[in-house]
Each structure stands twice: as structure tokens, then as C-alpha cells.
């Protein structure tokens, strides 16, 4: 080998590496190790068992699989780590990165919250409300509402209910008189209606409503649906239950995040989470329609449990203890107010709107499935 070979060898060697060199300097692009997923431990308010448990379970797996894997929920049950009623501080601490809920169960720290979903919504049902939410300038609403108790949290409003039943009753009511010096379980602003209404309140968490009422500590309670009811045990301590009321006509679920925890994650699974959440409110809708109304026929059938229509007088009286809680309410705080009227203006067009257009459903069911009158006979 010659001597001018090793030098332009020695020279391609060092030209080589301080390539290198300055590539780094230059701010190149190194190959790192990857991170694995981002774990989130959630807690639902519910028992693990119940439909409601179920739902949050549902929206988790979407949020996993629409990430690939990369974001993982873990939900754990009602009383894992904070009681039911305790989740809006413990996801707003951080001692839960989220939370699967109602809105209604933060009432003690700004009664405004009940609002979404505590009350008749004057004539809207949970999916308008929901749209009131999303449009009519509720999100904006929902996040003033937390800054001002300062809740460290993003929320999520899903999942649109069914009316809620009056509730359980050891005999049928049939008029407002019958309720008064009931002791009887409810939440949200319905504590202060059903007290307007003579009613002593108890507001328990779900798992805690059956247990009370088989030891007469509650006369008379409501909860939600016709599955959580039939598998809370209900039936077994009651066999009358009360359908239709004003007093949780529109409610809807919660889905809660911390806002640190959320606002450090990548834009792309924020935008993820969102969808997920349009997503996990139509699949709950669909699900519950088919859970619930096989239920009600296994209440009928198997439990033996009567069912009744509220009377329209205690429906009435519902509606005019509600605007005079409102209107008290909306003295002691300006937020309240503010959402009141943003809620009303939506429902005049809105529920105008829905029962001028959309065709009543009881003449066609009772074509297909009502009794069929025998035809007249021929003289």
C-alpha cells in the first residue's frame, strides 16, 4: 500500500467521523428508545355489576383500541379509592387521572352543576339537552361552572337517559298529599322539589339505596332505570314502581378527566378521547333501548312488579315547586341564572321544533300491538 493510499484513507476515516460530530452539533435526529403506553386509573361511581359500570368499561375500550394501545384506561368500580360522591376531588387532585359519573353528584360544591340533567329541562329530553350542551353554548357554561369552585378538570357530558321513574313505593301513589313525610331517596335539585313537596330526603349513593330500604330507613327511594334498578334488588323490596316524572327528565352521564393529565397528552388523543366520547354516547343509547326494556319485561313477568303511570297532578305540582327552587336559586347565584336562561331559550325553539315535526309513536305501536277490536257482527 502506498503512502499517499494510507493518508487519503486516514483522511476519509477522520472526514467520517467529524461528519458525525457535526451532525449532532447540527441538531440531526438521534434514535431513541420508544415509551410504552399512558396508563389512566379511573373510578366510576358505580357497582361493578351495574349497567352504568358497563358504559364506562365500554367508553374505556374505545379510547384503548382507537389508540392502538398507546393510551390505556383502567376503571375501576364505586369505593376502589374515593366514594362514589368523592370523585370530582379526587380526579380534580390527580389521586385519579378520571372518572366515570353524573354531573348531579358534584352538587354540594356548585349547585348549578344539577342543572345538566336535575329537573325537567323545561321539556327537553337528556339527547336535546345534550344538544343544548354542545351548541347551544352549555360546554362553555360547564367549564365557568368548574373554574369557579376551582375543579382542576375537562368534562365530558354523554350518554343521554331515559326518564326516570317517580320511583319505588310500598303502595301506589295517586295524588302529591301521598308523598308528604315519605323518607325517600333522590339527589341534585330534586332534593329541594320532593322537600317543597313534605318529602323527607336521604340523597345515597346507588349501592346504598336497597340495603336502606330493607331496613326501613328509606320509605320510597328512585335511582334511574329499569336495569340498574332490577339489579340494585329493588324488586325485592318493593313491588310497585312509579313511571314518569319531571324530577330527572334530561339527565345525562359525566366523563371526567384531569385537566393536567389531559392537557399533557398529544393533540392527536386528545382529538381520540373527544370522538370517543360521540361515539361511547350513541353505542350507550343503543344499548340501553335493548337492556332496559328487556328488563321492564322481567320486572312484569318474573319479579311481579306493578307498574303505574304518575298522576298529572303530582307531575304539575313537580313543575311548580321546581320554578320556585329555581327562582330562589338564581338570587343565590348568578352562574344558575346565567344557565337558566341559556337553557330556555334553546328549549323554546328546539322542543317547538321536536313536537311540532316528529309524528306521536303510540298510535302506530298500539296498531301493531294494541288489542284488536272484534269486527262488528253482521245482522
Not at 328509606?218 to 329499569?226: C, G, K, S, W
Not at 334553546?346 to 309524528?359: E, G, L, Q, S, T
Request: aromatic share 10%; proline share 4%; net charge positive.
Amino acid at each position: 500500500m502506498s503512502e499517499k493510499t494510507t493518508s487519503r484513507r486516514k483522511f476519509l476515516t477522520g472526514g467520517s467521523a467529524a461528519a458525525v460530530a457535526g451532525a449532532a452539533t447540527l441538531g440531526f435526529p438521534t434514535i431513541v428508545k420508544a415509551q410504552g403506553p399512558i396508563t389512566m386509573r379511573w373510578q366510576s361511581t358505580w357497582p361493578s355489576k351495574d349497567i352504568f359500570h358497563e358504559y364506562a368499561l365500554d367508553y374505556a375500550k374505545i379510547v384503548n383500541d382507537m389508540t392502538g394501545g398507546d393510551l390505556k384506561i383502567d376503571v375501576l368500580p364505586a369505593g376502589a379509592v374515593v366514594p362514589a360522591f368523592g370523585l370530582l376531588d379526587a380526579v380534580s387532585k390527580g389521586t385519579l387521572d378520571g372518572g366515570h359519573g353524573v354531573l348531579v353528584y358534584h352538587y354540594g360544591k356548585q349547585n348549578a352543576l344539577a342543572l345538566w340533567g336535575s329537573g325537567p329541562g323545561y321539556g327537553m329530553d337528556a339527547n336535546m339537552l345534550l344538544s343544548w350542551h354542545k351548541y347551544g353554548g352549555g360546554k362553555e357554561l360547564l367549564a365557568k361552572l368548574y373554574a369557579s369552585i376551582g375543579a382542576n378538570v375537562v368534562s365530558f357530558p354523554y350518554g343521554p337517559m331515559a326518564t326516570q321513574p317517580l320511583g319505588w313505593f310500598k303502595k301506589p301513589i295517586t295524588k302529591a298529599e301521598d308523598m308528604k313525610g315519605l323518607k325517600y331517596r333522590t339527589v341534585g335539585i330534586s332534593i329541594d322539589v320532593f322537600t317543597g313537596m313534605g318529602v323527607a330526603v336521604n340523597a345515597l349513593p346507588g349501592g346504598e339505596i336497597v340495603p336502606a330500604m330493607d331496613r326501613g330507613l328509606l320509605d320510597a327511594a328512585e335511582f334511574n332505570n329499569m336495569s340498574s334498578d332490577r339489579l340494585l334488588g329493588f324488586p325485592d323490596v318493593s313491588k310497585v314502581c312509579m313511571l314518569q316524572s319531571y324530577h330527572q327528565n334530561s339527565e345525562q352521564f359525566e366523563i371526567m378527566f384531569n385537566k393536567t393529565k389531559y392537557d399533557a397528552l398529544p393533540e392527536k388523543m386528545r382529538a381520540i378521547i373527544s370522538y370517543g366520547v360521540d361515539a361511547a354516547s350513541q353505542n350507550l343509547t343503543w344499548k340501553a333501548i335493548d337492556r332496559y326494556s328487556k328488563d321492564y319485561v322481567e320486572l312484569e313477568t318474573k319479579d311481579k312488579v306493578k307498574f303505574y303511570k304518575t298522576p298529572d297532578s303530582i307531575l304539575q305540582k313537580q313543575l311548580d315547586i321546581y320554578d320556585q327552587v329555581v327562582e330562589k336559586k338564581s338570587v343565590d347565584n348568578p352562574l344558575f341564572k346565567e344557565i337558566v336562561a341559556s337553557q330556555k331559550a334553546f328549549a323554546k325553539r328546539a322542543v317547538k321544533w321536536d313536537m311540532d315535526n316528529n309524528v306521536s309513536r303510540r298510535m302506530a305501536f298500539n296498531h301493531y300491538f294494541g288489542a284488536k277490536k272484534a269486527p262488528a257482527k253482521k245482522a
